[in-house]
């Protein structure tokens, strides 16, 4: 069974562009979870999408949002891209919501904003 | 607020010791706690997970313990080799919901 990719696997923004990250589930799995990764704030939970509804939210601004499409591919977008926003940016997916389900990571998407 | 602290925040070990990572929390009200690996510029590698209702998880040389009333868990690595360089990483679910809150990691190396 083919993991979790995730497209770009790099991108460079400017401040102020807006950027989509892509996310595909393991085939199968419903549940697709957004984490950011810094060096100084370690992962943090953006959000969950099962079935097409954000289920959780973590505490981000607004600009960061996110969906998921019926065939549970998942994207995020940040709007009004700042230098706090470089990160790297990994999706998670499970085959459900329920709290048994070992969450499976893709390789990230490292995004820099110059 | 759930917090997770780990700690050391590095290790280095020779090859073949064994060796042990700690895992805090601050509330014990836990779904389940899992154990990641992380490889530089990587996404991250499930290890163990463990129920809420478990004491521990055994996965080759890797085994992990919790302990809900102290607020701890642990992962031991047997005869530890180089291959497990990595960051080690604890996440607790508070909920059946997908949020993972994570500790900042354990870096360790292991020298030849």
């Known amino acids: 069974k083919a993991g979790v990719t995730q497209t770009p696997r790099y991108l460079i923004k400017t401040r102020g562009q807006q950027v989509t990250l892509s996310c595909s589930p393991i085939?199968?799995?419903?549940?697709v979870s957004w984490y950011q990764q810094t060096p100084g704030q370690g992962l943090q939970f953006l959000f969950e999408?099962?079935?097409?509804?954000?289920?959780n939210k973590g505490n981000f601004p607004g600009r960061f949002s996110g969906r998921q499409f019926s065939n549970s591919r998942s994207e995020m977008n940040v709007s009004t891209l700042e230098l706090g926003d470089s990160a790297l940016y990994l999706c998670a997916s499970r085959p459900t919501s329920g709290s048994t389900d070992t969450q499976y990571f893709g390789p990230g998407t490292r995004l820099t904003v110059l | 607020k759930q917090e997770v602290t780990q700690i050391p925040a590095a290790l280095s070990v020779p090859e073949g010791e064994n060796l042990v990572l700690n895992c805090s929390f601050t509330?014990?009200?836990?779904?389940?706690l899992q154990w990641f690996r992380q490889d530089p510029g990587k996404g991250l590698t499930s290890l163990l997970l463990i129920q809420s209702s478990q004491r521990e998880q055994t996965s080759g040389r890797l085994n992990a313990s919790l302990d809900k009333s102290s607020g701890r868990s642990t992962l031991y690595i047997a005869a530890s080799q180089p291959g497990d360089s990595a960051t080690y990483l604890c996440?607790?679910?508070?909920?059946?919901?997908?949020?993972?809150?994570f500790g900042q990691g354990t870096e360790l190396s292991v020298k030849p």
């Open positions: 996440a607790v679910a508070s909920d059946q919901g997908g949020k993972l809150i």
């Open positions: 509330d014990s009200a836990i779904y389940n």
């Open positions: 999408y099962f079935s097409e509804t954000q289920r």
């Open positions: 085939s199968g799995h419903r549940s």
